[in-house]
């Protein structure tokens, strides 16, 4: 069974900062796959960014990059030049590769503060 | 195109009443899902489906709550008999049917039972 474990139940970072959310997860696969949704106060879920465990690459999107670790089972969010914007609520999330069933972790409340 | 769309987005009901949860998801879109989410927590899984086909409903709580996707596309989750502990955001996803492919969240229906 996959766990997905978010340690920080809740953040504030200065707009313009940089900030890092921590992921980490448990699962006996080889090939699956890691994302990272945004959960803003309109409670609408939005995906951040994706990670195939095949990659060694860390993805990124803009502002947003992860530092995957496989070894560590660790899969952080980077959130660089924050904006008043990603205030939301975060969730870090896992599905094995042949699966279907994704596992959320508890989320990460974030305060953008100006 | 089109989201994730579900209906209605706010059910107020009595105890003891029965509420059909409607979702229609992404055109094309093979694995529809359903979640319960509680406030400041991540999505819990429900039930999920590939086609009409319902491959896993081990999160569906008890016997009162059911879900159907009869022609493979538009699903509704079923609680009856409601009770107060059923109050909670239900959300549904859906994703292609390709490995590693990301969920598409909609909107949700927020139930309150009285």
């Known amino acids: 069974a996959q766990t997905v474990t978010q340690s920080q139940p809740e953040m504030s970072v200065q707009e313009a900062e940089t900030v890092t959310l921590s992921c980490t997860y448990d699962?006996?696969?080889?090939?699956?796959?890691l994302f990272w949704y945004k959960q803003p106060p309109s409670r609408q879920m939005i995906l951040v960014i994706r990670?195939?465990?095949?990659?060694?690459q860390n993805a990124t999107e803009n502002r947003f990059s992860v530092n995957f670790q496989k070894a560590a089972k660790s899969f952080s969010l980077k959130i660089s030049d924050s904006q008043l914007g990603d205030t939301a609520m975060y969730f870090c999330a896992s599905i094995p590769g042949y699966g279907q069933n994704f596992v959320f972790g508890p989320g990460t409340r974030l305060s953008v503060l100006p | 195109g089109a989201g994730v769309s579900q209906s209605p987005r706010y059910k107020v009901t009595k105890r003891g009443q029965d509420v059909a949860l409607r979702c229609d998801p992404i055109?094309?879109?093979?694995?529809l899902y359903w979640y319960r989410q509680a406030l400041g927590q991540g999505p819990e899984f429900l039930t999920y489906f590939n086609y009409e086909a319902q491959q896993d409903k081990s999160g569906l709580p008890n016997d009162r709550f059911s879900a159907e996707r009869p022609e493979g596309s538009i699903s509704t989750l079923t609680i009856q008999r409601t009770e107060q502990r059923d109050s909670a955001m239900y959300r549904c996803?859906?994703?292609?049917?390709?490995?590693?492919?990301?969920?598409?969240f909609g909107p949700g229906t927020r139930l309150t039972v009285t």
């Open positions: 055109s094309g879109h093979v694995s």
């Open positions: 699962t006996s696969e080889n090939n699956y796959y």
């Open positions: 996803a859906s994703r292609l049917g390709r490995q590693g492919a990301e969920q598409y």
């Open positions: 990670q195939e465990a095949y990659k060694q």
